[in-house]
């Protein structure tokens, strides 16, 4: 009840929430927001002078890894970056959420894997830019896994396929994304062979760290005997939940295993981001305003901000 007198404001903030004043945590959670908006706003890119090919890998489930391959893709391709997805995973969840089509009779990764199409046979453009493609997945590729076991080179044939596709492209992309299926099968051996930098999605959450040294260890083992380049550059901290102890305890733990590999932002659990692939979307297509994208966005310039030349994975140093 308002005491007699007292006003009740109440205005509408451009994020359509309420705000009950200037020094509540909804009023400082958006004035924090719209700050990071402006902040994007006054950023300049430098984009790369080749190609960046980064897996994006955790073969722990719903970490967020088809989630941050395609709203990071989005992000590149918003300020001028040409982007390819390569959608690794049978489930096609990437090319579902860049609008792709990928129904069964469609050119997909499998025919690249097993009947070695050209890669520039199955890249489509997704509606949501004409600098973002996706070489899209379908059911068939639920069995490449076991069709590539008899097959010559079966660890080179993605990286061989995009080697050509680059070499052709008038105006290769500035960065490939390879979405990869939770396991570390062969395919996504085929994606570490074909990539030189692996970003890794962890969750702020229990377990996040279960299963990463074995992940590490499969990339030291491409490192070894398939490729040579290939090096953890990037981890990103997903689902953030700043409301929790939790959340914070995650972030430190992988901040200090991993210092120089974590990227400053984190993504936050946000509505938007899931609600975006039920239509079709990525969330800087579904609302480009809302938390989740700006965190994206976020990422994005700082991916770009961060050479190639210049990460060093820590496993390199003898730390894992």
Same mark, same amino acid.
């Given at each position: 009840?308002?005491?007699?007198?007292?006003?009740?404001?109440?205005?509408?903030?451009?994020?359509?929430?309420?705000?009950? !004043?200037?020094?509540?945590? =909804?009023?400082?959670?958006? @004035?924090?927001?719209?700050?990071? /908006? +402006? *902040? &994007? %706003?006054?950023?300049?890119?430098?984009?790369?002078?080749?190609?960046?090919?980064?897996?994006?890998?955790?073969?722990?489930?719903?970490?967020?890894?088809?989630?941050?391959?395609?709203?990071?893709?989005?992000?590149?391709?918003?300020?001028?970056?040409?982007?390819?997805?390569?959608?690794?995973?049978?489930?096609?969840?990437?090319?579902?959420?860049?609008?792709?089509?990928?129904?069964?009779?469609?050119?997909?990764?499998?025919?690249?894997?097993?009947?070695?199409?050209?890669?520039?046979?199955?890249?489509?453009?997704?509606?949501?830019?004409?600098?973002?493609?996706?070489?899209?997945?379908?059911?068939?590729?639920? !069995?490449?896994?076991?069709? =590539?076991?008899?097959?010559? @080179?079966?660890?080179?044939?993605? /990286? +061989? *396929? &995009? %080697?050509?596709?680059?070499?052709?492209?008038?105006?290769?992309?500035?960065?490939?994304?390879?979405?990869?299926?939770?396991?570390?099968?062969?395919?996504?051996?085929?994606?570490?062979?074909?990539?030189?930098?692996?970003?890794?999605?962890?969750?702020?959450?229990?377990?996040?760290?279960?299963?990463?040294?074995?992940?590490?260890?499969?990339?030291?083992?491409?490192?070894?005997?398939?490729?040579?380049?290939?090096?953890?550059?990037?981890?990103?901290?997903?689902?953030?939940?700043?409301?929790?102890?939790?959340?914070?305890?995650?972030?430190?733990?992988?901040?200090?295993?991993?210092?120089?590999?974590?990227?400053?932002?984190?993504?936050?659990?946000?509505?938007?981001?899931?609600?975006?692939?039920?239509?079709?979307?990525?969330?800087?297509?579904?609302?480009?305003?809302?938390?989740?994208?700006?965190?994206?966005?976020?990422?994005?310039?700082?991916?770009?901000?961060?050479?190639?030349?210049?990460?060093?994975?820590?496993?390199?140093?003898?730390?894992?």
């Amino acid at each position: 009840m308002l005491a007699k007198g007292e006003v009740f404001h109440v205005k509408q903030s451009d994020d359509t929430a309420t705000d009950f !004043g200037d020094d509540t945590p =909804l009023a400082r959670e958006l @004035a924090d927001l719209r700050a990071r /908006r +402006r *902040a &994007l %706003e006054d950023s300049t890119v430098t984009l790369p002078t080749g190609t960046r090919t980064l897996t994006v890998s955790n073969q722990k489930g719903g970490v967020g890894k088809t989630t941050t391959t395609v709203n990071l893709a989005a992000a590149l391709a918003s300020v001028g970056a040409r982007v390819l997805v390569i959608d690794l995973d049978p489930q096609g969840n990437a090319s579902t959420a860049l609008g792709v089509p990928h129904t069964a009779d469609i050119p997909s990764v499998y025919d690249v894997l097993i009947d070695e199409f050209p890669l520039a046979d199955i890249v489509q453009t997704s509606p949501e830019s004409p600098l973002l493609t996706c070489a899209p997945s379908t059911i068939h590729l639920a !069995g490449a896994e076991i069709e =590539l076991v008899s097959q010559v @080179a079966r660890e080179h044939r993605l /990286r +061989r *396929a &995009l %080697e050509e596709y680059l070499a052709a492209s008038e105006e290769p992309p500035h960065v490939v994304l390879i979405d990869c299926p939770p396991s570390l099968g062969l395919l996504t051996i085929n994606a570490f062979t074909a990539a030189d930098e692996v970003l890794i999605p962890i969750q702020c959450e229990y377990y996040a760290l279960e299963g990463l040294s074995q992940l590490l260890g499969s990339v030291q083992m491409i490192q070894k005997h398939l490729n040579p380049p290939l090096h953890v550059s990037s981890i990103l901290l997903t689902m953030y939940d700043g409301r929790t102890r939790l959340a914070q305890q995650v972030a430190d733990e992988v901040r200090t295993h991993f210092p120089k590999e974590v990227l400053n932002t984190v993504i936050p659990r946000s509505v938007r981001v899931s609600e975006a692939p039920s239509f079709g979307q990525t969330v800087i297509a579904y609302d480009g305003q809302s938390a989740g994208a700006v965190a994206y966005r976020e990422a994005a310039v700082e991916l770009l901000a961060r050479q190639a030349d210049g990460a060093v994975s820590t496993m390199n140093e003898g730390e894992h």
